[in-house]
């Protein structure tokens, strides 16, 4: 019985350290953090733009172009999107 659960505590350490080779897995967004770094790195070139110009499909795309440009890692694209989500055009609470 624990031969068999160490077994699998051993698999689903391999499988982990597996999947965390190629990406570490992300945190859900932090809007507080991501507005934090939209406003820090997102205005280095431009002023930065008012998330309600565009819907979140497009911050979506926009951040892939623009995250790695401003030096963030994936979980603070995640984080600065789930803030723009929260603000743009189309959403709830903006
Ligand atoms: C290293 C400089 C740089 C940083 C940092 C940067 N941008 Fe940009 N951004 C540009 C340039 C240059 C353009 C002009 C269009 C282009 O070259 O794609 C642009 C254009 C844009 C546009 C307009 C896109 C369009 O289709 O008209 C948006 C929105 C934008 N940036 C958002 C962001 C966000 C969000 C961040 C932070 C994650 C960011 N930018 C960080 C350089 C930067």
Not at 13 to 23: T, Y
Not at 32 to 61: F, I, M, T
Not at 62 to 89: K, N, V, Y
Request: hydrophobic share 40%.
């Amino acid at each position: 019985m624990h031969r068999i659960a160490a077994v699998f505590a051993a698999l689903a350490a391999a499988a982990a350290a597996v999947a965390g080779c190629s990406q570490a897995p992300l945190r859900p967004g932090d809007p507080a953090a991501g507005r934090q770094l939209y406003e820090s790195r997102c205005s280095q070139c431009h002023a930065p733009h008012e998330p309600a110009e565009y819907d979140r499909v497009e911050w979506r795309g926009i951040m892939r172009q623009m995250g790695p440009r401003a030096g963030m890692d994936r979980q603070m694209q995640e984080d600065t999107f789930s803030w723009l989500e929260q603000h743009c055009a189309g959403s709830a609470s903006r």
